[in-house]
C-alpha cells in the first residue's frame, strides 16, 4: 500500500510533540489512543525515520522529529490560516479578538487603536489581557491569548514570533525640575541620581545594567518598582526619575507633569516582538486588531526619533 502525507498525519504528529504523550494528543485531537499511534507509524513509514523515542513514560521527539516539527507547524498554521481566510471572505468580522499588552502599550497606544477598531468593527469584540512578558507568553502557550507583544526573548518551540518593533528609551523626570521635554541629558557623574529601575527579574533591567557599566553611570539611590503608573506617579511627584520605554512616555510630551530626554550617553534601544501560536493561525478580527496596534506603535515610535 503506497502512502501519501496527510493533513491528519501533520496535525496529529504536533499533537504528540507538544503533548509529550499519544493519549494526551489523542485526548486534544477528540481522538482515539491507537488511531494517533497508526497516523505516526504511518507518518514514519513514510518518511523512513523514526520521529519519536518511545519509553514507558511517554514519547520525546528524535533530532529529525524535532527538525520535521518546524517545518509541520508552520505548514500546519499556513493550512489553517487558508481555511479560516476561505471562510471568512466576503463575511462581516466578528468574534472576540484575545490580545495581550505590556503596560507600555496600554498607555500611549491602545485607546486610539480600540476607538478605530470598535468604529469599523462593530460586531467583534475585544479582550485585552494587560501583563508583564511571562505572563503573556505562557498565556499564548496555552492558548488564551490569539496574540502578545513582549520584549525581544527566547520563546517555547511551540509559539512563533517576528520582529514587531524598535523602540527608544528616554530618561524621565518631573516638570518641576524645569528643564525643556527633549532637552538631551548626560546621567554619568551626576551628585545625585535617584533611579526607579525594573526589578532584577526583568529583562530590561539588565540591559540597563549593562548600559550603566558601559557608560560609567553610578545612580546615588535605586527603588525596584514594576509598576508603570506607580513609577509615573512618584516622578511627577519629584525626587525620583526612570529610564522608560518611548511608546509608553509619548504622551509627556503634551501633559506637563513629567519631562522626557534622550540620554547624552547613547541610544538606549529596545525590541518587541509579535507572539502567536505556531501552529493556530489567529482569525481575521485579532489581525485587523494587530494591524491597527502596529499602525500606532508605528507613529509613537517614528515620533521618538525625531527627538534630538
Wanted: aromatic share 8%; charged share 20%; hydrophobic share 40%.
Amino acid at each position: 500500500m503506497s502512502l501519501f502525507m496527510k493533513i491528519t498525519h501533520i496535525k496529529y504528529f504536533v499533537a504528540v510533540y507538544e503533548e509529550g504523550s499519544f493519549t494526551a494528543a489523542a485526548e486534544r485531537e477528540n481522538a482515539t489512543q491507537p488511531g494517533v499511534s497508526m497516523q505516526i507509524k504511518e507518518l514514519e513509514a513514510l518518511t523512513g525515520t523514526a520521529l519519536f523515542k518511545r519509553s514507558t513514560s511517554g514519547v520525546s521527539p528524535t533530532a529529525e522529529g524535532r527538525w520535521f516539527y518546524r517545518k509541520a507547524r508552520q505548514l500546519l498554521s499556513d493550512v489553517r490560516s487558508l481555511e479560516q481566510g476561505i471562510s471568512s471572505l466576503g463575511k462581516m468580522v466578528t468574534g472576540t479578538v484575545h490580545a495581550g499588552l505590556m503596560p507600555a502599550f496600554t498607555r500611549s497606544v491602545l485607546a486610539p487603536a480600540v476607538e478605530t477598531f470598535s468604529s469599523s468593527f462593530p460586531q467583534a469584540q475585544l479582550n485585552i489581557v494587560e501583563a508583564y512578558s511571562g505572563s503573556l507568553t505562557e498565556r499564548v502557550g496555552r492558548g488564551q491569548l490569539d496574540f502578545a507583544i513582549v520584549p525581544s526573548e527566547t520563546v517555547p518551540e511551540n509559539i512563533s514570533s517576528r520582529h514587531f518593533a524598535t523602540d527608544s528609551e528616554f530618561f524621565v523626570q518631573s516638570s518641576k525640575n524645569a528643564q525643556p521635554s527633549l532637552e538631551p541629558v548626560s546621567l554619568s557623574g551626576r551628585d545625585s541620581l535617584k533611579l526607579i529601575l525594573p526589578g532584577s527579574g526583568n529583562k530590561r533591567r539588565d540591559s540597563l545594567n549593562a548600559f550603566f557599566e558601559r557608560h560609567a553611570i553610578q545612580p546615588t539611590e535605586i527603588l525596584e518598582l514594576d509598576t508603570m503608573m506607580g513609577t509615573l506617579d512618584l516622578i511627577a511627584r519629584g525626587g525620583w526619575s526612570a529610564i522608560l520605554p518611548g511608546v509608553l512616555v509619548f504622551a509627556e510630551q503634551h501633559e506637563g507633569m513629567r519631562t522626557i530626554h534622550p540620554i547624552s550617553e547613547g541610544e538606549l534601544q529596545l525590541d518587541y516582538m509579535l507572539i502567536k501560536s505556531a501552529t493556530r493561525p489567529i482569525s481575521r478580527a485579532s489581525e485587523e486588531f494587530l494591524s491597527l496596534i502596529e499602525t500606532e506603535v508605528t507613529k509613537v515610535t517614528h515620533a521618538n526619533k525625531m527627538a534630538p
